[in-house]
């Protein structure tokens, strides 16, 4: 799909489109181990958590919705450790990703996640804040936590409108 440089358009997210940037969590096909006594599928190991000079945390965000078009004006990645949204809510989510470029995002992609779906992003992969489209924006949020620096934000000089197809 080619865009204007300046505007995205928002895809639905599968895992195969989003195996570069990550981990798509999801349930489906039979479970890896059936458990309490019967009553719960277990679908297991389904993120690649990677985490240096550190440990993983388990952390509530409450996000504020936001509405389409948007302008993505930054983008940040995490050098030491993966970064897995996991929604509380039955809502979608919107989930903006890049490929890097010579320490910079590349041509952003705009992915719309649905209910029962969420992401873990791979160490160092680029990728738009969290965004819910819909209150309440409520996620339990696994990343490193650790000494050192884990955060790199770049800000487009030119903001790019992500829309709806």
């Known amino acids: 799909m080619s865009a204007p440089e300046n505007k995205i358009a928002i895809q639905p997210i599968s895992a195969a489109g989003f195996a570069p940037f990550g981990d798509l969590l999801q349930v489906t096909g039979a479970p890896d181990k059936i458990i309490n006594q019967g009553l719960c599928g277990r679908y297991h190991d389904l993120a690649q958590m990677d985490f240096c000079d550190g440990r993983a945390g388990l952390s509530l965000f409450n996000a504020e919705p936001r509405a389409l078009p948007m302008a993505l004006t930054m983008m940040e990645r995490h050098p030491q450790g993966s970064q897995a949204f996991i929604p509380m809510s039955e809502h979608g989510f919107l989930v903006i990703v890049a490929p890097d470029a010579g320490g910079t995002p590349g041509t952003p992609l705009a992915f719309e996640t649905q209910p029962g779906q969420a992401v873990n992003f791979h160490r160092g992969t680029w990728h738009g804040v969290l965004t819910p489209l819909q209150a309440p924006g409520l996620?339990?949020?696994?990343?490193?936590?650790?000494?050192?620096?884990?955060?790199?934000?770049?800000?487009?000089?030119?903001?790019?409108?992500?829309?709806?197809?």
């Open 139 to 165: 996620f339990a949020v696994v990343d490193r936590i650790g000494a050192g620096a884990n955060l790199q934000e770049h800000w487009f000089e030119t903001p790019i409108v992500v829309e709806r197809s």
